[in-house]
């Protein structure tokens, strides 16, 4: 049986179970998580994303025995004070049970200055005037002695932040590729294909995952945006399966992840399209119940 190249997928979808539309209670979401980590698709799955400011309430639960550290990454959304990670780490450098393997924060022009050691840091590109000049930056970053930092795009739309289309997530993806610039995305992400779900438009994971292909291959922007448009599932489909091995590390040389509010979401679809080779999903018996 054809399936999609591993390393295409292989620690692709980060776990956002606290975050909207899913909103999950952290201790719900934590035990959750470790039910991904011990599930047939464990190797899909990436960390536990958590608010920064809530790791005090994480460190006050009963935390799963997995013979392991619970790998997090520490969220700051655009806008919240960035002391927060700091003010995180803290707190976790008492414990042995909670590992942070990244932080996610705003761009802004002092990032250089927090006290985070060697914590990879993924800063959010934001619009307008900043916006060439925050990825210019986190490229200037990149090249600084060991400092591990990408960028980071928003896919969803939220009350401060209206949908990108194909045309504006395109030339992200195209000026990445072109400058040499990881990133991640966040938000909206939930299908296999670009499609309207509850009357909103909402961008397609194998759209994306061929459009950062295209960019990294040719870096052609009316074809980057094409693939995002795209809405032939088989046409996508097939597409990935024709990806190598070699392709599919190049894609993920630059899309190194995306946040998700319910990670058997698109492995489920996946698996379906046959880009997976899944019998189980293992889905939580109540978690239709929040």
């Keep these: 049986m054809s399936t999609a190249p591993p390393a295409l997928l292989a620690g692709l979808i980060d776990d956002a179970a606290v975050f909207p539309p899913g909103n999950a209670p952290l201790t719900v979401a934590v035990r959750r998580h470790a039910g991904h980590r011990q599930a047939p698709y464990a190797v899909l799955v990436g960390p536990l994303l958590v608010p920064a400011s809530d790791v005090g309430a994480l460190l ?13 990454g ?8 960035p002391s927060v990670v700091v003010s995180a780490l803290g707190l976790l450098a008492d414990t042995d049970a909670v590992e942070a393997v990244g932080a996610e924060l705003g761009w802004f022009p002092g990032w250089r200055d927090l006290p985070v050691g060697g914590l990879p840091l993924t800063l959010e590109i934001p619009r307008g005037a900043d916006r060439d000049r925050a990825l210019e930056d986190v490229r200037a970053g990149m090249d600084e002695s060991g400092r591990v930092v ?23 993806l195209h000026d990445c590729a072109r400058v040499g610039v990881p990133f991640k995305l966040t ?31 040719d870096g052609d922007l009316t074809a980057v945006e094409s ?54 999903l293992d889905r939580d018996p109540d978690e239709e119940n929040l």
């Design 60 to 72: 006050s639960q009963q935390l799963p025995e997995a013979g392991r550290p619970l790998e997090i």
């Design 74 to 81: 520490l969220i700051a959304r655009p806008g919240v004070d």
């Design 150 to 172: 990408q960028a980071k795009f928003r896919t969803g739309a939220t009350q401060t932040w209206d949908w990108p289309d194909e045309a504006e997530l395109a030339t992200f």
């Design 187 to 217: 938000g909206g992400l939930h299908h296999a294909v670009r499609a309207e779900h509850d009357g909103e438009p909402q961008h397609g994971l194998l759209n994306v995952l061929l459009a950062v292909h295209s960019a990294a291959h």
């Design 227 to 280: 693939l995002l448009a795209q809405r032939d599932s088989d046409l996508l489909t097939d597409a990935v399966l024709d990806l190598d091995d070699p392709a599919a590390a190049r894609v993920r040389g630059l899309f190194t992840a995306y946040g998700c509010c319910e990670v058997t979401d698109p492995i489920g679809e996946l698996d379906a399209l046959g880009l997976l080779d899944l019998d189980d």
